[in-house]
C-alpha cells in the first residue's frame, strides 16, 4: 500500500483550519476520508502539483470560499465528537 490519510489532515480539520491536500486515491487510503467529508463542500483535494498550485491560488485569493469550508464542515460536525456527547451528557 504505502500511503494513507496523514494524521495531520484530521488534526487540522479537528483544529478548524481550512485544509487542502493531493488526494490519495481510495484503494491506497484505509482511512478513506471520502467517507467522512464530501470534497468542495468540507475539504479540497488536488490532483496533481499542477493543480494544487491553482487551488492554492484560488484559495488565497477567495477568503470567503475558505471560510465557508471550513463553517460547513463545523456546522455538520458539531456536537458529533465521544467527548463532546459526554460532556452534553455530564459523564465526561
Given at each position: 500500500?504505502?500511503?494513507?490519510?496523514?494524521?495531520?489532515?484530521?488534526?487540522?480539520?479537528?483544529?478548524?483550519?481550512f485544509y487542502?491536500?493531493?488526494k490519495?486515491?481510495?484503494e491506497?487510503?484505509?482511512a478513506?476520508?471520502?467517507?467522512?467529508?464530501k470534497?468542495?463542500?468540507?475539504?479540497?483535494?488536488?490532483?496533481?502539483?499542477?493543480?494544487?498550485?491553482?487551488?492554492?491560488?484560488y484559495?488565497?485569493?477567495?477568503?470567503?470560499?475558505?471560510?465557508?469550508?471550513?463553517?460547513?464542515?463545523?456546522e455538520?460536525?458539531?456536537?458529533?465528537?465521544?467527548l463532546?456527547?459526554?460532556?452534553?451528557?455530564?459523564?465526561?
Open positions: 500500500m504505502g500511503m494513507s490519510t496523514h494524521p495531520r489532515v484530521f488534526e487540522t480539520i479537528l483544529s478548524g483550519s487542502i491536500g493531493m490519495i486515491p481510495e491506497y487510503d484505509a478513506n476520508i471520502t467517507h467522512f467529508l470534497e468542495g463542500e468540507d475539504i479540497v483535494f488536488a490532483y496533481g502539483k499542477d493543480d494544487l498550485y491553482k487551488k492554492i491560488d484559495y488565497l485569493e477567495h477568503e470567503d470560499e475558505r471560510k465557508r469550508i471550513v463553517e460547513n464542515r463545523q455538520k460536525n458539531s456536537g458529533k465528537t465521544h463532546q456527547s459526554h460532556d452534553e451528557k455530564g459523564t465526561g
